[in-house]
């Protein structure tokens, strides 16, 4: 594993170590869909607005903010309340949301299906740490939460937002969101909110940017970003750090938007 210009694996650990300490910062969570949790105290509160910030982070950060906003308000910025005790009339408000192809009728779904999750399934930590337990595998605890998610009534179109490794999909938004609840960085950006995932087996999320620079860096040899692209970049992400490989997200996605490198 080596750099573009040909230097080891130290050197490259040494460089990504200062880049992460450079972006896993407070200065970071401000542009960034993290704010949207940060802006509560509640465990219930953070994971709701956190998993509603995550399903919407696809497009331009300050339009994710914004949309996230949006909805946030319309539950009364009181996402465990709202989500538990909303009636029909409540919900009706939720009809005209739309941020890119998630429209109302996704919206209604997501609040609904997460009441199920908190009201019978532990919430949203329990949900996803039952699939995780057996293996300590977060593609099986991915899925394992795919289909308890799905399993109240839905349109088929809600479907593509909750992305699928078994099908060999990058899951990006829940790896970033996994990141968010599980990793305790000591900055204040990531939660570390849930225990019973350990961050030495979290999956780095992959997208345009942190894969573009993650190929520069030698970090990933495979083209496509899919899930074996993720296996292979977490694989060695672990060489440099096995106990926090996830880390790395901070520097490969602020080389790629904050430097373009």
């Not at 573009?4 to 040494?14: C, E, G, I, T, Y």
């Not at 896993?24 to 607005?49: G, L, Q």
């Not at 532990?122 to 300590?136: D, I, S």
């Not at 106990?243 to 904050?258: I, M, Q, R």
């Amino acid at each position: 594993m080596y750099l573009q210009q040909n230097l080891p694996v130290k050197d490259l650990k040494d460089f990504l170590d200062r880049k992460t300490e450079e972006y896993n910062s407070p200065a970071f969570i401000v542009t960034d869909p993290i704010s949207i949790p940060h802006r509560f105290s509640r465990k219930e509160d953070i994971e709701i607005a956190g998993f509603l910030s995550a399903t919407l982070a696809w497009g331009q950060r300050k339009t994710i903010i914004s949309s996230s906003l949006r909805l946030l308000r319309l539950m009364d910025d009181d996402p465990w309340n709202f989500i538990m005790q909303a009636g029909p009339s409540d919900f009706e408000r939720l009809d005209t949301f739309v941020h890119r192809t998630f429209n109302g009728d996704d919206c209604l779904f997501f609040l609904q299906s997460l009441r199920a999750v908190y009201q019978y399934h532990g919430g949203l930590e329990a949900a996803f740490t039952k699939g995780y337990t057996e293996n300590h595998n977060i593609r099986e605890a991915i899925i394992y939460f795919r289909k308890l998610f799905f399993a109240t009534a839905h349109l088929p179109h809600s479907r593509k937002h909750v992305s699928d490794p078994g099908k060999n999909s990058s899951a990006k938004r829940i790896n970033m969101y996994l990141r968010w609840m599980t990793r305790n960085d000591r900055q204040g950006v990531d939660f570390g909110l849930w225990k019973f995932i350990s961050p030495s087996d979290l999956m780095c999320p992959l997208d345009l940017h942190s894969g573009r620079v993650a190929r520069k860096l030698g970090l990933l040899l495979r083209k496509q970003d899919d899930w074996k692209a993720v296996e292979e970049l977490t694989a060695n992400l672990r060489l440099l750090d096995p106990l926090d490989p996830v880390k790395y997200d901070f520097a490969l996605f602020g080389l790629g938007v904050f430097e373009n490198f």
